[in-house]
């Protein structure tokens, strides 16, 4: 079953700092590990766009090589 509840910032402000002591730790490291593990998707992701591309002359040469083991398996 799944319950959900539209609540305004400012009521969501109340509810945290009505929290106990230890539960509001709580919730501030479960906060800070789902920024870390967002920020290492980010990264991830920029390191793949930003990774190296193979120009045309390098894709045909891996095709060429590719047709020619191809033709040396075959014989």
Wanted: proline fraction near 3%; aromatic fraction near 2%.
């Amino acid at each position: 079953m799944q319950l959900q509840v539209d609540i305004e910032f400012d009521q969501l402000v109340k509810i945290v700092k009505g929290l106990p002591e230890g539960k509001l730790r709580r919730l501030k490291a479960e906060i800070e590990n789902e920024a870390k593990t967002a920020k290492a998707k980010n990264n991830l992701r920029a390191l793949l766009l930003n990774g190296p591309v193979a120009t045309r002359k390098q894709l045909d040469t891996i095709e060429n090589n590719r047709k020619a083991i191809n033709q040396w398996r075959t014989k």
